[in-house]
């Protein structure tokens, strides 16, 4: 019996821990984007239900023997497919579409080892049914589940830290030798025996839609809630463990027994949740990260209870689980789906998370009236007071819905987000702004006499103004790069002797910047767009010889984590000429970027200087934080003697490819 139970938690520690570790090798190829763990998880999901489908069928057709000795011979054909390491081939073409490309990346890797393990769960219950009939296999599911969130939690918190990824994948391929090993044993003293006949029972109710429903919904809340947090904060194994250790974790308790689930008190910490989060829509509050964070993972734990609890109550009985656990990775993954690929081809704005609160509100209050829980059954305010939270809410998702569409000229949505285009002001004063979510990624005057000023985060008190004008005094012409396109506003400061290479990952953001705005049609600088992660390119070209690289580049709220760790920064070395200089905009709401930057520039030994230049509404222009990094004294004193300067501080954090955390520089 100890076999079976060190199998399946094996094989759910091992499911679970490649998720991070595969998304943290792949991450950087595809510019750090939060549709990237996303669609990943997408892949899982569909992945599980193949594996979940795979031993339904072989349960049900086969007999004992030859399942044995089919599923032995996929997992000795899967120890051959080790190890699991991403070849740097797999990198995608700048013109490829990112979300097949992640998935033909994660099918050729991992695909088969995933498909393996995610079997395990239903195929050894199964076994574990028929070798010891008079035993429940739902603990083991619990078991499972627990397996699961414990490889998920130790990945950030030991694996990470204490391995490099080449280590990490060699462990995992030890580990999975080991798994199979044990799931062999298994199939070995299971051969002999037949599956146990199904007991008489009453099928005058057919909950499968609800084996269906339930599971899709928590796993869409799921996505939907990770891909928030992810896109205004950064994109890190970190955010990405947290929802779906939670999500787990409900799994684990509500699985393991009844008594953890109490109808009535989940309901109310769900109803708690969506009211405080409709105060915040409702009001256009800004929290503190912390404060949002824990707030959204509040309303996915409690909703992840009441869907697997009530998921509980209608599971069958032990002869039905491969058809129950075939319809729970159905709805799973249809929930991926909607998140990862049918919403951003149907909305232009990211409204899964809206639609899915109030596709989850629905569901609650149907299953109430379809079967109320003693705590809704016994007074009538109680139902009253559920309708009108629940219609109250709605009414402001709607106003939230409305206010992502209204001023917009343009929008559009893809892999790396949601773009944009707002009009505001009138006459003189009216500008058309690019947004990226939530956050202005630049503007510009409609009026012609104003065009080409060089407004929000490019003032010119701001860092990177400052810095082109020290340049432009004692340079006659300048080579200038910049990672990250917005608006185009940084070309508003090329002369005709300059010559401007600019690096844009998302096509989407190029054509916005071409069809709205005219910095760069009107730009008098030599001007060329790179199509391409800016730091995948610049790693595959020879020296540019800039005399200033600006990295400008953001996702929603965010900088790519992989443009801002010590292997990113050698590559911008590579780039910029003796004297020249590094200026980065670290501009952020939740993250306090400068130690990061300045344990760098400290490591090469260079000068910097920061530049934090107030927002001024009158002429357009954004509060802005921007750092300029150079072994140019004559550089550095200019920037500190400027109106803004302030201290680096002496706070030091280093980022790696390896390792990089924002959880030490959040605000």
């Known amino acids: 019996m100890a076999l079976f139970h060190i199998a399946v938690f094996l094989s759910a520690f091992l499911l679970f821990q490649v998720q991070p570790l595969i998304a943290k090798f792949i991450l950087p190829w595809f510019g750090g984007a939060p549709a990237m763990w996303t669609i990943c998880l997408l892949f899982f999901q569909a992945f599980l239900l193949a594996g979940y489908g795979y031993s339904h069928g072989l349960t049900q057709r086969l007999g004992p023997r030859k399942q044995v000795a089919l599923h032995s011979l996929l997992l000795i054909i899967a120890i051959a ?21 992640v998935f033909w990346l994660l099918l050729t890797t991992v695909g088969l080892p995933y498909f393996v393990l995610s079997t395990t769960g239903p195929l050894l219950q199964t076994w574990f049914h028929n070798r010891y009939p008079d035993r429940s296999p739902y603990p083991l599911y619990a078991l499972s589940n627990l397996g699961s969130l414990l490889g998920l939690m130790t990945y950030p918190f030991w694996f990470e830290p204490s391995f490099n990824r080449q280590q990490q994948s060699d462990l995992w391929s030890i580990g999975f030798v080991l798994f199979a090993v044990t799931c062999l044993a298994c199939a070995w003293i299971s051969r002999s025996h037949n599956p146990q006949p199904s007991p008489t029972q009453d099928h005058h109710e057919k909950p499968q839609l609800l084996w269906f429903a339930l599971p899709a919904m928590s796993s869409l809340l799921l996505l939907a809630i990770t891909h928030q947090i992810t896109q205004e904060l950064a994109v890190f194994p970190f955010l990405w463990v947290l929802p779906l250790s939670l999500y787990l974790l409900s799994f684990v308790l509500c699985f393991d027994r009844r008594r953890w689930y109490h109808a009535p ?179 510009q005057y409609s009026d012609e006499t104003r065009s080409r000023q060089a407004v929000s985060y490019y003032g010119e008190d701001s860092g990177v103004a400052q810095s082109f004008r020290y340049l432009k005094k004692h340079r006659q012409s300048l080579r200038i790069g910049v990672v990250g396109l917005g608006v185009g506003t940084l070309a508003a400061y090329g002369r005709a002797a300059d010559e401007i290479r600019i690096y844009e990952i998302d096509p989407d953001v190029y054509a916005l910047a071409q069809s709205h705005f005219t910095y760069l049609r009107d730009c008098l600088s030599k001007l060329e767009v790179v199509l391409g992660d800016g730091r995948l390119s610049l790693a595959q070209e020879a020296p540019r010889e800039f005399d200033i690289l600006v990295l400008d580049a953001f996702s929603g709220g965010s900088i790519p984590v992989h443009l801002l760790t010590r292997e990113a920064f050698e590559v911008y070395l590579k780039h910029v000429k003796p004297n020249g200089a590094i200026v980065c905009n670290i501009s952020n709401r939740y993250l306090d970027l400068a130690p990061v930057m300045q344990a760098h520039a400290d490591q090469v030994g260079f000068h910097t200087a920061f530049v934090d230049s107030p927002g001024d509404e009158d002429r357009l222009v954004l509060d802005a934080t921007w750092i300029t990094i150079s072994e140019n004294r004559g550089l550095i004193r200019f920037l500190e003697l400027q109106r803004y300067a302030k201290s680096p501080g002496e706070k030091r954090v280093t980022w790696t490819d390896e390792k990089a955390s924002p959880l030490h520089i959040m605000r």
């Open 81 to 101: 497919s080790l190890p699991i390491t991403p070849s740097a081939s797999g990198q995608p073409d700048p013109w490829q579409n990112p979300s097949l490309a």
């Open 265 to 443: 008190v989940f309901a109310a910490g769900s109803l708690i949740c969506l009211t405080i989060l409709g105060y915040r829509l409702y009001f256009g509050a800004l929290w503190p990260v912390a404060y949002q964070i824990a707030l959204s993972c509040a309303l996915l734990f409690f909703a992840c209870m009441m869907c697997h609890g009530e998921l509980v109550r209608i599971k069958p009985p032990a002869q039905g689980l491969s058809a129950f656990y075939l319809a729970i990775a159905c709805g799973g993954v249809f929930g991926g789906l909607f998140v990862g690929l049918i919403a951003p081809a149907i909305f232009n704005s990211f409204l899964d998370l809206d639609l899915g609160i109030v596709a989850f509100c629905i569901l609650m209050l149907w299953l109430a009236i379809r079967k109320p829980t003693q705590f809704l059954a016994r007074t009538r305010w109680a139902w009253t007071l559920l309708c009108l939270w629940c219609g109250a809410l709605l009414l402001v998702l709607v106003e939230d819905i409305s206010f992502k569409y209204n001023g917009n000229i343009a929008m559009k949505r893809n892999f790396y987000g949601v773009l944009s285009v707002e009009e505001n002001g009138e006459g003189q004063d009216h500008y058309l702004a690019l947004s990226h979510g939530a956050v202005y990624h630049g503007m």
